[in-house]
């Protein structure tokens, strides 16, 4: 049996070699399915030749269906979340180092996509203005983003309008004790942060269907908007671009043993 077809049989074990919906058996019409698509990294079902270590982390994500159902599922339950993904730009990965007991996060910049070449593009000129290296950027972007995140889930929580009580109970002590940390270690980027957050909370927490969403579907296309910026010497400023190094604290105060590369 080669490398292919002794991953297939243990994926095929591991799962009762039926489907996760219907109960079908029939081990020829049985597919492997992400149980969510925003967890998935690869095709698991293209790189069954690879090694089991390889593959078993993925394989914990999924599941057996049958191609009708895996069909529906797809039309239906996954629909937003793949196209979510089809339309994905930015990419992170995190790796747990045990050597150095710590995780290692990487961050890729698909430029192959329209909208992750406009993006790298616009990022170039950012670093033109702030006088800060593309790679300084990315990398406070995403703790620009993390930081944005605690700031909403903390104050939602303050105000008892955090929709996810659980999720609350468990970590509100965590979350207050971060954004305390934030706005003493980090003062000028938590003021231009907290400014914003209603432009964030619309995002998570807004009505999808409301007026402001099906205006924003009218807007120009990103590409189109990044090559005017560019062409017109906008002087744009990013979010908390203007302190860019304390922004770049924040990472101690909410990652502690994540690296970036």
């Known amino acids: 049996m080669n490398n292919r077809d002794h991953n297939w049989n243990r994926i095929l074990t591991k799962f009762d070699r ?13 597919q492997i399915d992400h149980k969510d698509p925003n967890t998935k990294k690869f095709e698991v079902k293209s790189r069954l030749t690879s090694s089991w270590i390889k ?4 394989v914990d994500k999924c599941q057996l269906l049958c191609k009708p159902c895996h069909d529906e599922k797809t039309r239906t339950t996954d629909k937003k979340a793949i196209q979510r993904k089809r339309e994905e730009f930015i990419v992170e990965e995190d790796t747990f180092l045990p050597l150095f007991n710590r995780v290692n996060r990487q961050i890729t910049i698909k430029t192959n996509k329209k909208d992750g070449k406009a993006w790298m593009k616009l990022l170039k000129y950012r670093s033109k203005i702030t006088g800060h290296s593309v790679d300084d950027l990315i990398y406070k972007d995403q703790v620009v983003v ?13 105000k008892g309008v955090f929709p996810d009580k ?3 109970e468990e970590f509100l002590c965590d979350i207050e004790e971060i954004v305390d940390r934030m706005k003493k270690e980090t003062p000028n ?10 432009d964030h909370d619309d995002y998570f927490f807004g009505d999808k269907n409301n007026e402001s969403s099906k205006e924003k579907k ?31 604290k924040i990472y101690d105060v909410i990652y502690g043993d994540v690296r970036f590369e």
Do not use: H, W
């Open 18 to 30: 039926k489907c996760a919906i219907c109960g079908e058996t029939n081990v020829n019409i049985l």
């Open 55 to 58: 593959l078993s982390e993925e």
């Open 146 to 158: 993390e930081a944005l995140t605690y700031i909403s889930f903390y104050e939602r929580m303050r």
């Open 166 to 168: 659980e999720f609350q």
């Open 189 to 198: 980027a938590y003021d231009e942060l907290y400014k914003n957050l209603n």
């Open 218 to 248: 009218k807007e120009k296309p990103f590409t189109k908007l990044v090559d005017e910026i560019i062409e017109k010497d906008f002087k744009i400023n990013y979010l908390c671009d203007s302190f860019v190094d304390e922004a770049l």
